[in-house]
């Protein structure tokens, strides 16, 4: 193979990877670039994309959802056979083996970070389950996330507090790449805050128990510096006060919202501050009912 087309084959590889494993939608998938490679090579290149997504390390470890996997595996199957004869035992073996496993009510994500590290998610199989959304990662939690580890800065060695943190993506990417002195969790429902334990700890982050707000500023802690002090608490964002958010002397407070089609929502204003004088990024998504 030239290395040019080593280059590509590597970058498609790495796309199928990233996109696999943090379970993105399939028409998201560089299908036409597999389509175009396929013609021109054997099936060495369909069994190293089963190696880096299905038989992923991550994956076997933390398995994401069933009916997940299976469309994938259908669609991989029908590029295979569009472009080649003769079957590839390995890929209708593997579908074989999860046609016969149950969806189970959880399952995982993983997030491929910069730096070699990822962050790996359980959620709920359900969009909408126990009355909330919170158990799930949506896009907006994703973008603004990517932007964090785009702008390091703006977290390092600072007190961030986190309104809204679902299951956990934006605030676990900012721990692990960004450095921040201290972390604060926060939602709103029972379960997700769970949840969010559970992902904080599977992500191998120390959590103290929780609270309303630090018990000492977190300057003074005794962690490692390298471990920012985690903490998880309900807020409910909808109603919650200044005095309860300046309890917690945030230099930074995030949230990561979905907007539905048809709601009026007023746009965030970029500059509002916190009663330290920090900033308040804030990232929306649209979901269409």
Sequence with gaps: ????????????????????????????????????????SGSELLLDILQKTVKHPLCVKHPPSV????????????????AHEEPLDELYEALAEIL?????????????????????????????????TGLVTWNAALYLAEWAIENPAAFTHRTVLELGSGAGLTGLAICKMCHPRAYVFSDCHSLVLEQ????ILLN??????????????????TH??????????????????????????PDVVIAAALRSIGTQ?????????????????????????
């Design 100 to 132: 016969t496993a149950e969806e189970p009510t959880q399952c995982h994500r993983s997030y491929l970070l910069p730096s070699g590290d990822s962050v790996t998610l359980s959620e709920s199989s359900a969009i909408i389950s126990h009355g909330t």
């Design 1 to 40: 193979m030239a290395p040019e087309e080593s280059v590509e084959a590597s970058r498609l590889l790495q796309s199928f990877e990233r996109r696999f494993l943090a379970a993105r939608a399939l028409r998201s998938f560089p299908w036409q670039s597999l389509e175009e490679k396929l013609r021109d």
């Design 265 to 289: 929502w007023p746009e965030p204003e970029p500059k509002q501050h916190t009663p330290r004088g920090g900033t308040i990024p804030v990232s929306l998504a649209v979901r269409q009912e």
């Design 67 to 82: 009916k997940y996997v299976r469309c994938f595996l259908s669609e991989l199957i029908r590029k295979h056979e569009a």
């Design 196 to 199: 969010l334990r559970g992902n």
């Design 224 to 249: 490692n510096a390298e471990s920012p002090r985690v903490t998880v608490a309900q807020l409910d964002w909808d109603i919650v006060t200044a005095p309860q958010l300046a309890a917690f002397q």
């Design 204 to 221: 191998g982050l120390l959590l103290e128990s929780d609270a309303t707000a630090p018990a000492q500023h977190p300057g003074h802690n």
